[in-house]
């Protein structure tokens, strides 16, 4: 899990997991591992609603009991803040989710200790013909 949210490879560690924001990379460029058969789904955004709300109700609450600012004012500091932190916390939490189904092999992981020969997987994409564009 912990190589999921430092962006990693769940099997080698040193490949990246995503190929953009929160698009899971189908095969590792390291080790081979294939990826694209996770299933995080919602759990995602769920989990990361939670720890964003578990971290900044707190925060509102203190700041209002302390400090009693305007309506305005909590609207200009926790928006913000909140949008950021979901954004930033996101990509860890998708990673870290698909670093746990890899480490239970769930949803087709559990096929992952057959470590694919990637002259093999060349050669068999060579051998697809590509589908005509309509």
């Given at each position: 899990?912990?190589?999921?949210?430092?962006?990693?490879?769940?099997?080698?560690?040193?490949?990246?997991?995503f190929r953009r924001y929160l698009k899971i990379v189908d095969t590792c460029h390291t080790c081979g591992e294939e990826l694209h058969h996770h299933r995080a789904d919602d759990?995602?955004?769920?989990f990361t609603i939670f720890i964003v709300g578990h971290i900044i109700i707190p925060l509102v609450l203190v700041?209002?009991?302390?400090?009693?600012?305007?309506?305005?004012?909590?609207?200009?500091?926790?928006l913000p803040l909140a949008i950021?932190?979901?954004l930033f916390l996101l990509p860890a939490v998708k990673g870290s989710i698909v670093g746990l189904q890899w480490a239970l092999r769930m949803h087709?992981?559990?096929l992952s200790?057959?470590?694919?020969?990637?002259?093999?997987?060349?050669q068999q994409h060579r051998d697809i013909p590509e589908s005509p564009v309509a």
């Amino acid at each position: 899990m912990v190589r999921g949210a430092i962006h990693r490879c769940p099997s080698c560690g040193r490949g990246s997991i995503f190929r953009r924001y929160l698009k899971i990379v189908d095969t590792c460029h390291t080790c081979g591992e294939e990826l694209h058969h996770h299933r995080a789904d919602d759990a995602p955004p769920y989990f990361t609603i939670f720890i964003v709300g578990h971290i900044i109700i707190p925060l509102v609450l203190v700041v209002e009991k302390t400090w009693k600012p305007e309506i305005s004012t909590h609207m200009l500091l926790w928006l913000p803040l909140a949008i950021l932190m979901t954004l930033f916390l996101l990509p860890a939490v998708k990673g870290s989710i698909v670093g746990l189904q890899w480490a239970l092999r769930m949803h087709g992981f559990e096929l992952s200790d057959r470590r694919p020969d990637p002259q093999q997987h060349d050669q068999q994409h060579r051998d697809i013909p590509e589908s005509p564009v309509a």
